[in-house]
């Protein structure tokens, strides 16, 4: 309580000469900072600080803003005349000397040689320093994740600092997985030996006739149709019933979502001597298939 009472009494002898950060916009002129690709990561989430995470001698800067807000500071001000940052934080005095190249807590000088940089209208501090200073539990870098990783129990993450990732849109199927049961059943049957351009045909040749006006409407159905006679000869020798292999999964999968190399083929058969060879028109022959019209 006597800690808190100081803090603040120092506090208010300093609010004369403050105002709000956002008023600095002297530029450090002896020091360079180059943005990084480095994450911050406090109680095991991720932060989305990427932007404003910036690297000097191998030590990772912040803005000095960011990092008080992070840590629930009750104030963060500005004294304009001084070019000092001062924040209010865990009972403490917080006064970040960007002249002097300095930092008190509670008017007590700390044993600080690293820069404190004014860049933007941003106050840059390095992150470990000071998140030690504010009062985290635990500070280490995780070499794996490339990341400053910070454990304080104490700190509860403000939802404006996690990183959220992309969502996905997720492109809704126009098949099931019935239809590549069967046409995948298909495929293996009438084109098991073929290579996969004669097993992509094939199932192709399933999904045209299904969306054809006359044949019906569904990819078993369509397998199963007799209404011109028995349409695919594994249906009735079961060989239908086979399963099949993953390259014939494959083939029926990439039909099923678009991929077409036999245009608008209706038959195929392992010779031109046939009912299609004989009434249909010819399209293109793949390995040991010729497929028409």
């Not at 690293?114 to 030690?132: A, C, M, Q």
């Not at 084109?191 to 569904?218: D, M, W």
């Not at 993953?246 to 608008?264: D, F, K, T």
């Not at 083929?265 to 060879?277: D, I, K, Q, R, V």
Request: charged share 20%; net charge negative; aromatic share 10%.
């Amino acid at each position: 309580m006597k800690k808190a009472i100081q803090a603040v009494s120092l506090l208010c002898l300093l609010l004369v000469s403050t105002m709000t950060v956002n008023a600095a916009n002297i530029e450090s002129t002896h020091t360079s900072l180059a943005s990084i690709d480095v994450n911050i990561t406090i109680n095991e989430i991720d932060l989305d600080l990427q932007e404003q995470t910036k690297i000097v001698d191998q030590q990772v800067y912040i803005p000095i803003r960011t990092l008080a807000e992070i840590f629930e500071a009750e104030e963060i001000l500005w004294n304009r005349v001084t070019n000092e940052a001062i924040i209010l934080v865990n009972g403490y005095v917080v006064i970040a000397d960007s002249n002097a190249n300095t930092v008190t807590v509670n008017n007590e000088a700390q044993d600080y040689d690293l820069d404190i940089i004014l860049k933007e209208g941003n106050t840059y501090v390095p992150l470990r320093f000071f998140s030690d200073l504010f009062g985290a539990k635990e500070i280490h870098w995780d070499h794996e994740k490339n990341a400053v990783v910070i454990n304080d129990p104490n700190i509860t993450v403000q939802d404006r600092f996690i990183l959220t990732e992309p969502v996905e849109e997720i492109e809704e199927k126009n098949y099931t997985d019935e239809d590549v049961e069967w046409l995948s059943k298909i495929v293996q049957a009438e084109a098991g030996y073929e290579p996969y351009q004669g097993k992509l045909a094939v199932a192709n040749v399933v999904i045209n006739r299904k969306n054809s006006s006359i044949f019906p409407n569904t990819i078993k159905e369509v397998i199963f149709d007799t209404r011109y006679g028995v349409q695919f000869t594994p249906t009735v020798n079961g060989t239908i019933n086979n399963t099949p292999n993953e390259e014939s999964v494959q083939a029926a999968i990439e039909a099923l979502e678009g991929h077409n190399n036999i245009g608008e083929a209706l038959y195929f058969t392992p010779s031109m001597n046939s009912w299609p060879g004989r009434n249909r028109t010819f399209y293109k022959q793949i390995h040991g298939h010729y497929f028409f019209l």
